[in-house]
């Protein structure tokens, strides 16, 4: 059964640094989206993604975010300077069509900021 | 009012048991409804989805919406220990991408 997966499994940097986390989505779906949860906290929306353009996001996604499909499987979460508030889950999810169509999560990445 | 209101648990019940979890929900915009489920540590693993109001039927899992009383459910038929894990509902405005998450309910089914 397809999946989505991510890379890599367990993230740890220092604070100030730049992160990537990648994720190949579902191979013939074409949209993507980014969710992150805080340990013991709900999951929260960070951004979709579509035909190369962001097409959603949230306050969360501020300009130290940004995102990434930087060939046909790859889709990537760039933070640029890490804070230590950003310590947490960050799950890939896509999905075939749009939004009504349900979107298929990935194991997640855990970032550790020390 | 949070926007989506989940009991967090634990709900702890013997194998066998039938299982209710719930959420409530305050936006009445909400068109589509999911339930997943997540084990620690994990990604959520999509369990049900549901357009509307009404059932849904899917092995030993039914979900209901009721959109009149703002509340949607999920049961589990024959629990069993490796049903053992957090259930988070799910919802989302037609047209929008974004979906909103409750904080999940931790299910423990007892051998």
């Known amino acids: 059964e397809p999946e989505v997966t991510q890379t890599p499994s367990h993230q740890v940097t220092q604070m100030g640094q730049e992160v990537i986390l990648r994720c190949v989505p579902i191979?013939?779906?074409?949209?993507f989206y980014w969710y992150r949860q805080i340990l013991g906290q709900k999951v929260e929306f960070l951004v979709s993604?579509?035909?190369?353009?962001?097409?959603?996001k949230s306050e969360i996604f501020d300009d130290q975010f940004s995102v990434e499909r930087p060939d046909g499987s790859n889709f990537t979460l760039k933070i640029r300077s890490t804070k230590l508030e950003d310590s947490a889950m960050y799950f890939c999810?896509?999905?075939?069509?749009?939004?009504?169509?349900?979107?298929?999560f990935g194991p997640g990445t855990r970032l550790t900021v020390l | 009012q949070k926007e989506v209101e989940q009991d967090p648990g634990p709900l702890s019940v013997p194998e066998g048991a039938i299982v209710s979890l719930n959420c409530t929900y305050s936006?009445?915009?909400?068109?589509?409804f999911m339930w997943y489920r997540q084990y620690s540590r994990k990604g959520p693993e999509l369990l049900m989805y549901?357009?509307?109001?009404g059932n849904k039927e899917d092995g030993r899992f039914t979900a209901q919406v009721d959109k009149s009383s703002k509340y949607i459910s999920l049961f589990i038929r024959d629990s069993q220990p490796s049903d053992s894990a957090t259930y988070l509902c799910?919802?989302?405005?037609?047209?929008?991408?974004?979906?909103?998450f409750g904080t999940g309910t931790r299910l423990k089914v007892l051998a």
């Open positions: 549901t357009y509307s109001s």
């Open positions: 191979s013939n779906h074409l949209y």
């Open positions: 999810a896509s999905s075939s069509r749009g939004p009504t169509d349900t979107q298929y």
């Open positions: 993604f579509y035909n190369n353009e962001i097409s959603e």
């Open positions: 799910a919802m989302s405005v037609s047209g929008t991408y974004k979906y909103i």
């Open positions: 936006n009445s915009a909400f068109q589509y």
